[in-house]
């Protein structure tokens, strides 16, 4: 399959109609070039905030009630171009307000049946925690779909071996990112790769790029689309099938070939993913030497 990973910016909307036109010229490219699976960042749906005006884009509460209350035309429009377009779609992450508690960070997987679930977020980063108030949600899951089995890693997650481990039967896992230092987008990129050598799997990491002065959320934000799969039989030996040019808004594009993951994950020059389970007995039994 072809996968189309996004570096994406965000604009300042006046209307429902520029989003709707934005979001089909950036599916429409990406089907152009063959891609089956698109993949969006972290936190692309705030861009929708502007609708409501300068006031409500650049609060932190407003912004979240916002968006979260413009997620079903959002769920509509993305069942359309999947539907339309006959691809896999993981839309841009948003805040999402369900009952009384906080919002939690969900990202959206369409399928060109009409098929869709969501993914939460598990992990929260600081700016999560201690300014915005947006919570973990629930739980996490792995998506049997036509192109394989996928799991998702909202950005933080991916930094997480234990929850990569979760989703060790997946042969894509998808990491949509917002991350606004470069230190940041390494973090994630390194995470990501080392889920695909854990695993012995794909990962594929969208970011969220540009500047966007009115928002307090999403003001500054860097990265670039990437696609990593094990240094190993069947990969590239940098583990990297492609990387886009940072800060560059666009697609970034690899072929992932689902036989190439089995065959590493059943005779790779390494068995990372078959191997884990031997740290246990290791981890476990830690000895002080004082020198």
Partial sequence: MKVATAAYDLD???????????????????????????????????????LDGAEVAGDLERSIRSVSDRMGDVQNLHTRLA????????????????????????????????????????????????????APGGPLKLFDTALGKIGVLICYDSEFPLLGRALQEADLILVPSCTEALSGYWRVRIGAMSRALENQCVTVMSSLVGSNEWSEAVDMNTGTGGIFGPPDTGFPETGVLAEGQLNKPGWTYAEVDLSAIAHVRADGRVLNRTHWAEQDSRVDSVTLCRL
Avoid at 94 to 110: C, F, I, S, T
Avoid at 121 to 134: A, C, G, L, N, P
Wanted: charged fraction near 30%; charge should be negative; proline fraction near 5%.
């Fill in 83 to 134: 539907k339309e377009y006959k691809t896999h779609i993981l839309g841009a992450s948003a805040p999402v307000l369900e009952g009384p508690g906080r919002p939690v960070n969900r990202a959206k997987l369409y399928t060109p049946e009409g098929g869709q679930d969501h993914q939460d977020k598990q992990i929260m980063t600081r700016f999560e925690r201690e300014d915005w108030d947006v």
């Fill in 12 to 50: 300042w909307l006046d209307n429902w109609t520029q989003y709707e036109d934005k979001l089909d010229r950036w599916v429409s490219e990406a089907v152009g070039q063959g891609a089956e699976l698109l993949v969006f960042p972290e936190y692309g749906a705030m861009e929708l905030s502007t």
